[in-house]
């Protein structure tokens, strides 16, 4: 979900040169067409192009432009997913990524660059339609080198830069690269001619004037021509007009290729295997060897970051570090030469490798007072745990490690808002190793759990249940205490409550008797304590919400506490403490969107509406508009998950409460527009409805650290 007047364009980091004509253009094409796909040879330019139409046409879109960077998704049916993702837009139904969107965007002005077309065409092409043909308000601006062929689309095509004098744009952004890579370069009477036929003889393509640039350092800009032009004739036999724009950047890639050093060379090809952007620690890992040590890939990488081949990243947030990229054409250049080199399946078993092993540590982590970090580290990483699952499933072998991959991950899918997307990994894993491994039994209680946070317990039971008899079939205690206690939230949700508390307390015992302590045995003390709860059985219910509290804080454990919050403030409520609930539930709203879990978030605000019902603290009537607009931000919410409150009666006491009291005193046109306007909130602004009121005066409250006292909001680190 997102907020009016919001969008993710990245700022600039260098100056767009010329294209003029071709943003008015965009501009134009915009205002009387919905989807407008520029498109032009690789390396022309055309990212930066529509990052900067978007950036001027953004004012006149009411929630905002959103940039979809589709290049590193190779499996169409995660193309929906990508889209949501980067309109920060947690789903965890089992719907289709497609119908959660439409949803999203029916009623919204958005502006929606899908960047980077070309190798999912089709795919985008069809979602383009769907998304078009559902939500009016809807503009699309996408890349590609060929057209998507959608209905009603409109091409602007891209062609390089006027290169035909010393003025012209070519020339321009030559020059300024090169007084970057050679601090006070510039265009002189005395080299204006050469420069010129440089960029002339590169056909003003934008990469690869960047590319030549990037040799000044080495080289004299006469060097420079006279060695490509030696290049341009051994392939062509000296006709100039036989090398089309396509083969002039690849002609210039090739001889930037060769002008590396052997080491250069080696590395390019082999961080071609990373999907989007990665870190050093991972390039040390996957890269080094076989002619490369481990110490000398920083050097390295840094020469091919001086000769524009790698890409630096700014750091995601102060004090990280920063990460690389390669530029697509540049990758599938450097992916030619390592499929040639046979090293592929090496390489891509090594970055199989680092990418399970950072899912490991970052379960590991995630029982710590590292699981912000661990969250988005692990989500800034998800592109390549994509590819390392996509790996797995296509090689033969490898269906185990899948197994395990997909279900390490489960602290991602279920605390950082990603079910959808963990139940196609998860489902693919299943189909793809039937046999009764511990690697299934454990992807088969996180598919259980997945189903049932979706509220969808028809496949939940049964997925369950397997788990389970295989566990007792193989004598796998820890898969038994999993999978007993997943069905005890299925029992939860549906209502069982009996039948949970006893399901619960099982899981316990085992979990004991193994020595198990990690923050799912958190969420089964919270679990069983909320069952408690609900049957009415209020001291005992507690008493399991304060050991809760008190591990959470012995390990400095957050996420598992949001939902210990979350059961405290009803407690709370039910002793007429209404100040303590409100603290715990805006608590546990505010930690719940740290995480982006939206089960925890929709739960924690539903009980915040009925809590605005009560007397404030100095005896002021409770405000029955604001908890109607409330409930109607927490439904909006509950559409990114499934079954509002799961469609448990449990779960649905206290927004039927809040209900109550409002209909049964406000007009119903006046309930009913509150709920409206609460529906319009974007989760963002729902949050900050929630925390601060309808005034937003009220300062945020800060993430609770290690020693904290319980549902004590203490100064201390911030989202």
Not at 19 to 45: D, F, I, K
Not at 125 to 153: D, Y
Not at 531 to 559: I, K, P, T
């Amino acid at each position: 979900m997102t907020d009016r007047r919001t969008g993710n364009l990245p700022s600039a980091t260098t100056g767009l040169v010329g294209r003029t004509r071709e943003l008015g253009e965009a501009a134009a094409l915009l205002a009387e067409a919905r989807l407008v796909t520029v498109t032009g040879c690789g390396g022309v330019g055309k990212s930066r192009v529509a990052l900067r139409a978007a950036t001027l046409a953004e004012p006149l879109f009411a929630d905002g432009a959103w940039l979809v960077d589709c290049s590193p998704v190779r499996d169409a049916a995660l193309l929906g997913h990508a889209v949501a993702e980067a309109l920060r837009l947690t789903d965890g139904t089992a719907r289709e990524p497609a119908d959660v969107l439409i949803d999203h965007l029916a009623r919204r002005e958005l502006l929606l660059v899908l960047d980077g077309c070309e190798q999912l065409a089709d795919a985008c092409a069809a979602l383009t339609a769907r998304l078009l043909a559902a939500a009016p308000g809807l503009r699309v601006l996408a890349t590609s080198r060929q057209p998507l062929n959608a209905p009603g689309e409109h091409l602007l095509p891209l062609t390089p830069l006027p290169a035909d004098s010393p003025g012209a744009d070519a020339v321009t952004l030559f020059t300024r690269r090169a007084r970057a890579v050679v601090p006070g370069f510039r265009l002189t009477p005395a080299n204006e001619d050469v420069v010129t036929a440089l960029c002339r003889r590169l056909d003003g393509i934008p990469l690869a004037l960047e590319l030549a640039a990037g040799r000044l350092r080495a080289l004299s800009v006469d060097q420079i021509t006279e060695r490509l032009d030696d290049r341009f004739r051994l392939l062509t036999g000296g006709s100039r007009s036989a090398v089309p724009r396509h083969q002039t950047l690849r002609t210039t890639i090739g001889w930037s290729h060769e002008l590396c050093s052997p080491q250069e060379r080696l590395l390019w090809a082999r961080v071609s295997v990373f999907a989007g952007s990665f870190d050093l620690d991972a390039a040390e890992y996957v890269c080094s060897g076989r002619g490369l040590r481990q110490e000398e890939v920083l050097e390295v990488l840094s020469e091919l970051v001086a000769k524009s081949v790698v890409v630096r990243e700014h750091a995601p947030a102060a004090g990280e570090p920063g990460g690389y990229r390669l530029l697509d054409t540049v990758r599938e250049y450097g992916a030619h030469w390592l499929r040639a080199s046979g090293e592929e399946r090496t390489l891509r078993r090594l970055h199989r490798d680092w990418y399970v092993g950072l899912a490991s540590w970052g379960e590991i982590e995630w029982f710590s007072p590292r699981q912000v970090p661990t969250s988005l580290r692990t989500h800034r990483a998800h592109a390549n745990l994509r590819a390392a699952m996509d790996f797995c499933l296509g090689e033969p072998g490898e269906e185990q490690l899948a197994l395990h991959l997909a279900g390490t991950l489960w602290y991602f899918w279920v605390g950082c808002g990603h079910l959808g997307e963990g139940r196609h990994w998860l489902e693919l894993a299943l189909a793809g190793s039937p046999e009764p491994t511990e690697s299934r039994a454990k992807a088969l209680w996180v598919t259980g759990y997945v189903c049932t946070l979706q509220g969808d317990l028809l496949r939940a039971r049964p997925v369950l249940e397997e788990c389970r008899r295989q566990a007792l079939a193989t004598g796998d205690d820890r898969a038994l205490a999993y999978a007993v206690h997943r069905q005890g939230c299925a029992a939860l949700i549906g209502d069982e409550l009996p039948r949970a508390t006893e399901l619960f307390q099982e899981a316990l015992w085992h979990y004991e008797k193994l020595g198990e302590l990690n923050s799912n045995v958190l969420m089964a003390m919270f679990e069983l304590g909320l069952a408690l709860l609900f049957q009415g059985e209020q001291e005992q219910g507690e008493a399991w919400m304060a050991r809760v509290c008190d591990r959470c804080e012995a390990h400095g454990e957050q996420w598992a506490y949001t939902y210990g919050l979350f059961a405290m403030a009803y407690g709370a409520w039910l002793n007429g403490d209404f100040e303590t609930a409100r603290i715990h539930a805006r608590e546990s709203v505010r930690l719940n969107h740290v995480f982006r879990d939206l089960v925890g978030t929709a739960l924690a605000v539903e009980m915040l509406a009925l809590l605005t019902t009560e007397p404030g603290p100095g005896g002021e009537p409770g405000d029955l508009r604001e908890a109607r607009l409330l409930q109607g931000a927490a439904h909006s919410i509950w559409s990114g998950v499934g079954i509002p409150l799961f469609g448990s009666r449990s779960f649905n006491a206290a927004h039927a409460e809040c209900e109550l009291r409002v209909l049964s005193v406000l007009p119903g046109p006046e309930a009913a527009e509150s709920f409206r306007l609460g529906t319009l909130l974007g989760l963002e602004a729902a949050v900050r409805r929630a925390l601060e009121g309808p005034e937003r005066t009220a300062p945020p409250a800060a993430v609770r650290l290690p020693g904290a006292r319980c549902g004590e909001p203490l100064a201390g680190q911030r989202e």
